[in-house]
């Protein structure tokens, strides 16, 4: 294995990037791919150790000095730490076969003294070194190759003949570790074939020289005994002799790839000396093991309590799997789109009233919280990254615009609601390949109001927002109460916009929908441009449909740009004189989209809880919920009665805190007033990400 870690230097130079090949038991480094090795270290005599408050550190340490190394995330912390402790089993376990040389050599006293030493004298730590040396030498050539292969690229035979140059090497790199790995193992059958030779002899001598040397019984006990030993005391070492038989089979497992150097598949070869037991130090967080269950669990169980309990003792996670995966591709459970949805029966007494405190079925929620739904207003973030880069100030406008109104579209066929969060409820979301961070909880109870906060390396956006959802004979509706604030870092420009209005249509009769509709204003406090942009409410014979227009002015008050546009599909910026620029065009949908809940691609990752999120994530987190994830694997039951228990809780906490007149506050928000609007606003205050990285979440309160 190989590749790049952060290894700590010194106190002046801190954490560095080094390039690692670890072959063998042997560890090297050097400052990049292809430069000189600068240090190495045997793992037969180290010890790998783990930092719970450190997550993506490991330390070896070899009893006189240690080596402090940072992988980049879990799933690459997880590679390393298996492949360190295989190598350091594969070399204790060459020290059990040196053991077993030695007894040979005394059991076989007419042994020539050559034999003896041959035997008993173990060369696999000279081969090891040699070979670390060999995959040293191969990456200085993928090196060398990728620096020259540029040059070459307008003469296209000396640029094939430096790309077969490259794969020429990697096969030869390849054909001679499995060549070495075979000899050491012929040694190895050949102590076991001195050491059943031995005993048959013992047995002549005592049975006497007239006797047959070999009846049949003896022969197929030998046969046994002798093949027994090959197979089963060395843990399955016949894929490599298959392999060293039949070299075609190297040539059609390994990829080869002369920018990187690719370590050989397990199968195809093996480290220089095969263990004579199986590995007795499991991999840690190997998704599918229950070794790997374990050791999650053992981490929580020192780093987050109240997380550990939650795993161990809620049914919801009974089928929780503990995946690796940084993406997913589907939910666990697909719904039946042709489940028609009873809304009515279910609302009708709420006739005129606020629906912001009614509890409803579980089967009329998609398992989502709120503080989930709100993070999909960043599925088009790049349109921000596109604003910040535009000089003139109304195009960056135009942009804004459209990503506001791209929220519009992450409603479509989506006619089940959130789950309504607990108080203190979290939820962040990280883009490592936008750079975008996102972090909200649920900040008021009674009236519930949700906060968030996003930061990327372009932009800042934040709000609040307070559902107020009120239904008539006609419709079900959910008007947000609030304003968005969104800052571009390149020009400093301070936008706030309100969010348009959410209708259910057709509760009784007809096909039931949802449309987004109404004004929205947009204000540019830097610059004074401003924004108008309406959506249009569905008519007679679904006319105005999807439909919305705006307008955009510069400071005096100037249309200068006109916008039109369907949620549905785009939204196109009209300038006078030029072709219409379509601002933004909606993703297309899923596979399978109906059944996961008419989700898009980011909606369908908000609920994913991999190992590295389970490890770092608050313990107030969505993913957490229990109701949520029973919901998500299709346990209607379990889910309704999860959401109940919650709820129960929640009431009896709040009843308490009444009566001791205990005052709740926001973990990570504050409440002040907007300076922009003059409203009741909660801003972050600071302090999760540094929470998360320590893993000290301080005394957040056990709301699951």
Not at 307 to 312: E, G, Q, S, T, V
């Amino acid at each position: 294995m190989e590749g790049t870690l952060s290894k700590f230097v010194n106190v002046l130079y801190r954490w560095q990037e080094r390039y690692f090949i670890l072959h063998g038991d042997t560890l090297v480094y050097s400052e990049k791919k292809g430069s000189p090795i600068k240090g190495r270290i045997h793992l037969k005599i180290c010890g790998i150790i783990l930092i719970p408050d450190d997550p993506l550190r490991i330390i070896l340490n070899t009893g006189t000095k240690e080596m402090h190394l940072k992988a980049a995330s879990m799933s690459d912390k997880i590679k390393w730490v298996n492949a360190l402790r295989a190598a350091q089993e594969e070399a204790i376990n060459h020290s059990k076969e040196v053991e077993q040389y030695q007894q040979v050599a005394d059991v076989a006293k007419d042994l020539s003294p050559a034999m003896k030493q041959y035997l008993t004298t173990p060369n696999a730590d000279q081969l090891s070194d040699r070979l670390a040396r060999v995959w040293e030498l191969q990456a200085q050539i993928d090196e060398t190759v990728s620096l020259l292969s540029p040059h070459l690229e307008r003469n296209p035979a000396l640029f094939d003949l430096a790309d077969r140059l490259g794969k020429l090497c990697n096969e030869m790199k390849v054909q001679l570790t499995t060549c070495v790995t075979g000899l050491e193992q012929d040694k190895i059958r050949l102590a076991k074939l001195i050491k059943v030779m031995e005993a048959k002899m013992d047995k002549f001598l005592k049975r006497g020289a007239s006797e047959r040397f070999f009846d049949a019984e003896d022969r197929i006990d030998d046969e046994e005994r002798f093949f027994d030993a090959n197979s089963g005391d060395f843990g399955n070492e016949s894929p490599v002799i298959e392999q060293r038989e039949n070299p075609q089979n190297i040539r059609n497992e390994i990829v080869i790839d002369t920018r990187a150097v690719q370590m050989p598949p397990p199968n195809a070869v093996r480290t220089l000396s095969s263990p004579l037991q199986p590995a007795t130090i499991p991999p840690i967080l190997d998704s599918g093991l229950p070794a790997n269950k374990a050791e999650v669990l053992e981490f929580l169980q020192r780093a987050s309590p109240v997380k550990y309990r939650l795993l161990i003792s809620n049914p919801a996670f009974e089928g929780y799997e503990y995946p690796h995966d940084r993406r997913r591709l589907k939910l666990p459970f697909f719904r039946n789109p042709q489940d028609k949805v009873k809304v009515w029966s279910v609302i009708k007494d709420f006739l005129g009233k606020d629906l912001s405190t009614f509890a409803v079925p579980v089967y009329l929620n998609e398992p989502l919280s709120m503080l989930q739904r709100f993070c999909e207003a960043l599925q088009y973030s790049e349109l921000l990254d596109k604003a910040d880069r535009e000089d003139d100030s109304l195009m960056r406008m135009a942009y804004v615009v459209a990503f506001a109104f791209s929220m519009s579209s992450q409603i479509i066929n989506r006619i089940k609601k959130p789950f309504n969060p607990l108080l203190h409820e979290t939820f962040e979301y990280l883009d490592p390949d936008r750079g975008v961070r996102y972090i909200s909880e649920q900040v008021s109870h009674h009236p519930p109001i949700s906060a968030g906060h996003a930061e990327a390396p372009n932009f800042i956006f934040w709000g609040d927002t307070q559902i107020k959802s009120t239904f008539s004979i006609k419709s079900l509706s959910f008007t947000p109460i609030g304003s968005d604030h969104l800052v571009l870092k390149r020009h400093r420009d301070h936008f706030v916009y309100n969010r348009p209005t959410t209708s259910v249509r057709n509760l009784i009769l007809g096909v039931m929908y949802l449309e987004s509709h109404g004004s929205l204003t947009f204000t540019n406090y830097t610059t004074g441009d401003s924004a108008t942009l309406v959506l249009e409410e569905r008519g007679w014979q679904d006319r105005g449909a999807f439909e919305a227009h705006g307008e955009i002015k510069d400071k005096s008050g100037s249309v200068i740009y006109k916008l039109e546009g369907r949620w549905d599909k785009n939204l196109r910026l009209l300038r006078e004189g030029q072709p219409d620029l379509i601002l933004w065009e909606r993703a297309p949908a899923i596979p399978f989209s109906e059944e996961q809940y008419s989700f898009s691609e980011l909606t369908l990752q908000l609920n994913h809880l991999n190992v590295d999120s389970l490890l770092k994530i608050a313990p107030t987190d969505s993913r957490l919920r229990p109701d949520q994830r029973a919901w998500e694997y299709g346990n209607a039951d379990l889910a309704a009665e999860e959401k109940h228990r919650l709820e129960e809780k929640q009431r009896a906490i709040r009843k308490t805190n009444e009566k001791t007149g205990i005052k709740v506050r926001p973990r990570w928000f504050t409440e002040t007033i907007d300076e922009y609007t003059g409203e009741r606003a909660f801003v972050y205050s600071g302090g999760y990400w540094e929470a998360r990285e320590t893993g000290d979440f301080g005394s957040v309160p056990d709301i699951y």
